[in-house]
């Protein structure tokens, strides 16, 4: 299994651009999500799904869409890039049981963005 | 909403001694809590977690927490530090499927 693989991981942005962080699973998760890791502040939750066609919004969601049309894949889009969305991205997964909230949640390497 | 506080951007010790990571929970329902740590450049593995059960638990690497309700905290606890247990350590609490993290423990062992 490659577990949870993110691409790519490292990208510049200018202010005003568009792009697509992608984030896919292998272990057959129900469960996915993306954070944002800003020093100081931890992991803030920006967006989940708990299936495929079903998203949710988190704690930080402005600014970012997601869609789930598959179980394996859940890509952030970022749809006019701001200074203040530099960052570093780690999408997660897991089981998602109904028990979802005790599920350990499996992490990729992450994505580090910078917006100029 | 559930909230994590860790007490110590920075701790530091020396190999061999005990490390103690603090870590304390707002929840208005019965929590569930979380340690995971991230090496450099790497994203985040889980420690070990407290559910329901037993209070003490224990995970990967020798750690172990207590989940203490009256105290609301979830500390973490390892009797003798490794050069290999450098890394940040986060404390996280989940309510359904809404996890928040604390900000995180950088943890440095000098030779």
């Known amino acids: 299994n490659a577990g949870v693989t993110q691409t790519p991981k490292f990208q510049v942005l200018k202010t005003g651009q568009s792009m697509t962080l992608q984030c896919a699973q292998d272990?057959?998760?129900?469960?996915m999500s993306w954070y944002r890791q800003d020093p100081g502040m931890g992991l803030r939750l920006i967006h989940y799904?708990?299936?495929?066609?079903?998203?949710d919004q988190g704690e930080v969601p402005n600014g970012y869409n997601v869609s789930r049309s598959t179980t394996e894949d859940f890509p952030l889009r970022l749809l006019s890039a701001a200074p203040s969305q530099t960052s570093v991205y780690f999408c997660a997964s897991s089981y998602g049981t109904t028990e979802a909230h005790t599920d350990t949640q499996y992490f990729g390497p992450g994505t580090r963005l910078t917006v100029l | 909403a559930q909230s994590v506080t860790q007490l110590g951007s920075h701790v530091s010790v020396s190999e061999g001694a005990l490390v103690l990571l603090r870590c304390n929970y707002s929840s208005s329902v019965p929590p569930y809590l979380f340690w995971y740590v991230q090496y450099p450049n790497q994203g985040l593995q889980l420690l070990l977690k407290?559910?329901?059960?037993?209070?003490l638990v224990k995970g990967i690497n020798g750690f172990e927490a207590e989940f203490k309700k009256s105290e609301t905290s979830f500390h973490l606890t390892k009797p003798s530090a490794h050069m290999s247990d450098a890394a940040e350590y986060f404390c996280a609490v989940s309510d359904h499927h809404d996890m928040r993290f604390g900000a995180g423990t950088r943890l440095t062992v000098k030779p």
């Open positions: 407290y559910t329901t059960g037993a209070t």
């Open positions: 799904s708990v299936g495929a066609g079903i998203t």
């Open positions: 272990m057959n998760h129900e469960y």
